[in-house]
Structures are given as C-alpha cells and as structure tokens.
C-alpha cells in the first residue's frame, strides 16, 4: 500500500497548495481544487441540494459529508463486497427534496451464495444521518458467484423512470440472452414496477425491464440536453465505448466488438453486424471507463453537449465531442487518478472522485 | 410495350379468374384479388375512409378511383416529370375525416432548370374531384438537374408531425452534408413548421428539418406498432436497406455501405463505422425495394410486427420479421410484378400496387 500512502501524501501537498489550474493555450482552462478526503475505494457521489455530499465507499458505506462534518449513515443494505461488487451507485432524483428518496445499486447476496446487482431506495432523514424505508426496487436475475461486472449506474430519465446499467457478470454471452438481466440496461418505474411502453414488454422469454441489451459493462451513463441516455462502457481489449443508447437495441456484445478478448483471442464475428448498434467512440487502448456526464454548457459554452468520462487506467478525464464524437481533451493531473465517478453540479462545475487519492475534486471551468 | 400489353393481358385473365391463391404448406396463407386496372406507372395508394382509393400516377395524376368511377382531380401541383421524379406518394392524415388534407410529395420544378422534392397539402372537395387550398409545406434544396433519387415517403409520426424520406438526388457525398435536405429523412408540423425537439434545432449549417441522415434513396417508409419508423431503401449493388430510423442518427451513406457502386467499385471506408447505424436487414443481391409497411396483426396474428416490402426487380413481396430481421416468405405471383407501393387497410388486407400490370390489388391474410 505505498503506493496508495504515497498518492495521499501528493493529495495533501495539493490540498495545501489549494488547487491545480489546468492549462489550454497559455490561459487557465479549468481548476481542480479538493472538497473531501480520506475515502476507501469511493464509488460514487452525490451533492445534496442543501450542501454536502453522498459519497458511497465500494466496501458498504454511504458517507455524508460537509465540511469537517463526516458520517456513514445507517440503513443501508447488506452487500457483497468482493471482486468488483459492493455498494455501488448512489443517485437523487429531482423531487429529491420534497420525498428526500435516495438510490443506491449494490452487489446484493442472494441465495446459493452468489450475488446480483440491486437497485434500492430510501428515505434520507432530516439530520442526514439514517435511511428509513429502506426496500428494494429491483434485483437481477440470475446469481452469480462470480465477482465481475455488476455495472451499475442509476440515472433518472427526462420522464422519471430509472435507467440502471448491469454488466455481463464475466459471462459474455448472457448478454445476448434476455432471459437474464446481464450486460442489460433497464428501465423500472419510481416504485419498482414496469413501464408499460418499455420495448420487450409481453415477448416470451425476455425479461420485461429490458431497454437495450448486449452489453458487457457499462459503468458510466448520463442523459444529454434531449433526454437520451449515454453511457461508457468497458469492453474488451481495445474495445472500451462510448454508446448512444436506443430503446429496443442490441449493442452487439460478443457477438460484435472492436476489442479482442484479453487472451489475444478474436472476438465474435468481427466489429459490425445488420441489427447490431455502433458505438459512437470507442478506445484503443482501453482505458477502463468509469463514470460519464455530458455537460450542459453551464458557465463553461464551450464544453455544452461534450461528453466527459473518467479513465480509471489511464488516470485522465476524457472530454469528447463533435461529430463524429472525438477525444478532445485529456484533462491528466496528480489529481485525476483512478476517476470513478464524475457529476455536474447546477453551477456547471464537475465534482470527480479519484479512487487512488480517496478524494473528492471540484473540476472548475 | 408487348411486354406491359401481355402483362395487362394476363391480369386480365386474372381478374376473369377473381383472385389468386398463395399456398403455404398446402393451405391457403393469403389470396390475391384485383381493385383497380390500367394505371399509367402508378407510385402511391391510399385507401378513404368513406370508400374508394386515391392513386398517384407518376406523369402528374393523382386518381380518384371507386368501383366504376373513376376521374383524374384537379389542382394537383405540377412535377418536373423526368426521371424518378413526378408525382409521387400520396398520405391521408389520420384526421382526414375532418380535415379532408391530403399530403402529397412530387418533384418540383426550381429556378434554373432542376427539380427539388417538394410536400404538398391540400383539402380534397366532398365530391372527390378537386384538390382546394392547395400550398406546398416544403421544399428541398439544393435544386438539382438530375433525375435520380427524390424518395419519397410521406409518413404521419404517431405525435402527428411529418416524416419525409429524401434521396441523395444521385450526388452520395451530400447525403453526409446537412446544408442540403439530400439523402435524409425530414419531420415537419402538418403546418410546414419546424418542431422544436428536431434534432438538429439551433446547429449552425444544419438544416433543421432533418430527423436523420446518410440515407441513399428511401422509398418505403412505415411505422410500428411502437410509433418508430422503419424504412426500405435503395442502396449500392447489393446493399438494399431496411432501417429503424433513430433520432439524429447517420445510415452511413456513401462512407458506409454492404454494397458496392454498380461499377464494381468499392463504396467509402467498409460496412461499418462507429458513430453510424447500421441497417436492420440488407439484400444482396438487390432486389430494389419500395414500399414499406408494419402489419398491425389485425385478421393475421402470424404477420403482426411483421415488414412487407414491395421489389421493384424481382417481383414479390418480401415479409420481414424475428430477430435478427430476417426474410421469412417471398409472395412471388403473377400480380406482384414491380410491387412499387403497399399499404395496410383496417380489415388487415395489404393493398399493393404493380407497375408492371398497372393494377391495384388486395392480397388478403
């Protein structure tokens, strides 16, 4: 863990020195600065209309924090931490304030001993302390008593239904198999139920919560200006993508990909198929794509509609745009590593946790 | 002409003989039966509610045809009649009833000699013989002198607005280049305006009609059960397209294509690029398809969701469905000779119009 020990010692230099200005041109592009440290293995963050954050730690912790003000709140479920799997996503919707609702995806123990990928809900308390009410929505079908690719983003549509992302559980071929929820992205109504006008509604042997399939592990989802859901995805050797994400699509994986099994193995039938969705990008090298948002151009024109993707290998946040989509910028400093999670806050601002520092940043444009 | 002479002939022979059989697996799946004869090169049908057909003729006629009766009715816009181009699909608005509009598109002549693809509206009189209040609601540009590839389709979106295919008039590359309407598919409010939640509103040197792009020469054009739209398209040699038409989607044209240009010569970058859809079904050979329709099921559970495209070549009706897309029949008879439009009555019978007989038929489940 010196390595780890290390990266905190350079976080605390940083914190000191108060921020990092990036540079573009000779000017100051953007800022970073620190707002929280301190955390194991962060997986995702939340800013609470009245100040403070949620911040979920991978091994079971949901985290308030304000300021010097810090404590795990009660009421969370029981997860799976192991391999990949734990607490997970942490979403709030945008009634948050009148139903105080909390969203959290997790690695839930089932029966048999393996685990499925569960989306939760509770109520927040008043003091930021306890989840009340705590139940859960949704939980994916079948076990697995492997530890791989849970997904699992939560992002509440333009119509206030949830988009959940679930990975393939590191079986690739289930992913094309509706009769399970791997490598899926879902659509489940507030209260746990099923849209009616979701697309496999009524077919045999497809699970009905089903939006898109074909997925091996999307991690990163966020919904641009129109409502339409993206996401980022981690694929295999040289095949992470960007994808654009149409009710009713087969997004290919495995039977299409631009990346080769780790192995050096061939992938499927090659990188395009009638039937089968493109993705928009897509990176070679991989590099292990977490969280996405596409930024809606507040205080920051030039960044509106540009996709912004945390890179957990490569130790950057990647910002995309034009057609067709394209890198347009690495934005790589001692604080940008291992990015897991990244959202924008209403002034346009995107908050990113770094897994490696255990730190929360503010990315300022 | 004693190919046309010998054809008019035979379904003659067949309307003394009152309908034809299709056999599948020894019992009858369908039966075939004339409405209408002696159409000159007709494009489009449509069915009125209060009894009788509307059919476009390529040469500029649209016809009111009821048992016996039959007149050409005035006021139709004159086409620029060369090439493809002319009078060409002929829509009822769902609340034709009351608004009594009639949609057409045709070729329009332009300043300085060529044509654009023009839609038109007009109220049809109680009696069926005149076109009032006739106004165009748009118009393409670039004018072009060519005579190849106008589309189009006119299709009423389940939100009321106006889908419109376009062919890329012959000239691939602005199929790719959204300063021209060339080589897309257009939605417009029934009163010729823009709606708001286009694609495309607001992005400088786009036009703001287009709904998607990169599409050669769309011909057919229907809607699900689901309100999406699906088209038939006329690709390169051996690159006949059915697509489902996504929202600010690229088709691909000409970067992309499974075809290759009648020369032999290779088209563009391959069969796939991300950021560019792929088609849901391709024919190789081609087979020239045009209309297009969704069955809703009515009177034939075995053909709902199923897509019937008419062959302009090789004379039959294609019948789509499963997943992936596949070709499940070919109906190949003496009527289906150059199927150039179809369309689905309340009944569930398929209306479908041959050029090469110059007939409309019923072919009933």
Chains 1, 2 share one sequence.
């Not at 300021?67 to 997860?79: D, K």
């Not at 034009?322 to 209403?346: H, N, Y």
Request: proline share 5%; with cysteine; aromatic share 8%.
């Amino acid at each position: 863990m010196l390595f780890a020990r290390t990266r905190r010692l350079w976080a605390a230099c940083l914190i000191a020195a108060g921020l990092a200005a990036g540079l573009a041109s000779g000017a100051a592009a953007w800022q970073i600065e620190p707002i929280a440290q301190g955390f194991d293995t962060p997986w995702a963050v939340e800013q609470l209309p009245e100040g403070g954050y949620l911040v979920t730690e991978r091994d079971g912790r949901l985290l308030y924090v304000d300021g010097a003000t810090r404590h795990a709140i009660s009421g969370v479920p029981r997860v799976a931490a192991r391999g990949q799997g734990g607490l997970l996503d942490v979403t709030l919707p945008r009634d948050f304030e009148t139903s105080r609702e909390v969203l959290l995806t997790y690695s839930k123990p089932q029966r048999g001993g393996g685990a499925g990928t569960a989306l939760a809900v509770g109520e927040l308390s008043a003091d930021n302390k306890r989840l009340l009410r705590v139940r859960d929505l949704f939980e994916s079908v079948p076990a697995s008593k492997g530890g791989r690719h849970f997904g699992s983003r939560v992002v509440e549509a333009a119509d206030g239904t949830l988009f959940v992302t679930m990975g393939d559980r590191g079986d690739g071929e289930t992913a094309q198999d509706r009769t399970t929820h791997n490598g899926s992205i879902l659509r489940i109504s507030r209260d746990g139920s099923i849209p009616d006008d979701n697309p496999f509604i009524g077919q045999n042997n497809i699970r009905p919560e089903i939006w898109s399939y074909g997925h091996r592990n999307p991690q990163g989802a966020g919904l641009d200006a129109q409502g339409t859901l993206w996401t980022a995805e981690h694929g295999a050797r040289g095949g992470d993508e960007v994808n654009r994400i149409v009710k009713g699509s087969n997004y290919g994986w495995p039977v299409i990909s631009y990346g080769r099994h780790y192995s050096g193995a061939k992938i499927g039938e090659g990188t395009a198929k009638p039937g089968m969705s493109q993705p928009e990008f897509y990176w070679d090298p991989s590099i292990a794509p977490s969280g996405l948002l596409v930024h809606s151009g507040t205080n920051a024109p030039d960044w509106k509609g540009n996709i912004f993707v945390g890179s957990l290998k490569f130790d950057y946040i990647a910002r995309l745009g034009g057609a067709p989509l394209a890198e347009l910028e690495q934005i790589k400093t001692e604080e940008t590593l291992r990015v897991r999670d990244l959202i924008e806050t209403p002034d346009g601002s995107i908050l990113f946790l770094s897994v490696s520092q255990g730190t929360l940043y503010r990315l300022a444009p």
